[in-house]
T-cell receptor
Framework: GQQLNQSPQSMFIQEGEDVSMNCTSSSIFNTWLWYKQDPGEGPVLLIALYKAGELTSNGRLTAQFGITRKDSFLNISASIPSDVGIYFCAGHSGGSNYKLTFGKGTLLTVNP | NAGVTQTPKFQVLKTGQSMTLQCAQDMNHEYMSWYRQDPGMGLRLIHYSVGAGITDQGEVPNGYNVSRSTTEDFPLRLLSAAPSQTSVYFC???????????FGPGTRLLVL
């Protein structure tokens, strides 16, 4: 089946630093999604990308849909303590495929 | 509008016991899915449904059954629980798999 390689697995940063994480796939995806999961809760959508090359921002978050359709990255600028959590990428190949594939997540810890 | 609700929040089972994890949504979403989350494994799709009466297997379906008699409800059944099914289970719903999936708060299951 389709697999997403998400890196890094974990990050420990100081408040105020910028963060970058990415996902790569051997398959082409038509949609890339980035979710955040707070401790003890379900994931919540941060950014959705639907077009190759698309660059989308949501506050301090910026995500891009790679032009090859096989990768995506998420940047967080000027991190704050509430950015702590697990960040997941997810990809959908479109068409009659009804499955959304998730990466294994990046655990972000922000030291105040 | 309650979104996606899951019951119970916590459950302890003995090996061989059966139980049903409940999931309901009030957003009139056609697409519903069940995931399990294990440390370091991300979110893995168990079963999904594209509408009432239609279900299909995901990545890790063994040991689980589902049915979808109404648009609102999508229960997950464990017929004979095994320790390997100890996990956190999330239900999600959306208009389609490529669009925003709304996750429930999760059910934490321990099988002894």
């Amino acid at each position: 089946g389709q697999q997403l390689n998400q890196s890094p697995q974990s990050m420990f940063i100081q408040e105020g630093e910028d963060v970058s994480m990415n996902c790569t796939s051997s398959s082409i995806f038509n949609t890339w999604l980035w979710y955040k999961q707070d401790p003890g809760e379900g994931p919540v959508l941060l950014i959705a990308l639907y077009k190759a090359g698309e660059l989308t921002s949501n506050g301090r978050l910026t995500a891009q849909f790679g032009i090859t359709r096989k990768d995506s990255f998420l940047n967080i600028s000027a991190s704050i303590p509430s950015d702590v959590g697990i960040y997941f990428c997810a990809g959908h190949s479109g068409g009659s495929n009804y499955k959304l594939t998730f990466g294994k997540g990046t655990l972000l810890t922000v030291n105040p | 509008n309650a979104g996606v609700t899951q019951t119970p929040k916590f459950q302890v089972l003995k090996t061989g016991q059966s139980m049903t994890l409940q999931c309901a949504q009030d957003m009139n979403h056609e697409y519903m899915s069940w995931y399990r989350q294990d440390p370091g494994m991300g979110l893995r799709l168990i079963h999904y449904s594209v509408g009432a009466g239609i279900t299909d297997q995901g990545e890790v379906p063994n040991g689980y059954n589902v049915s979808r008699s109404t648009t609102e409800d999508f229960p997950l059944r464990l017929l004979s629980a095994a320790p390997s099914q100890t996990s956190v289970y999330f239900c999600a719903s959306s208009y389609s798999p490529a669009e925003t999936q709304y996750f429930g708060p999760g059910t934490r299951l321990l099988v002894l």
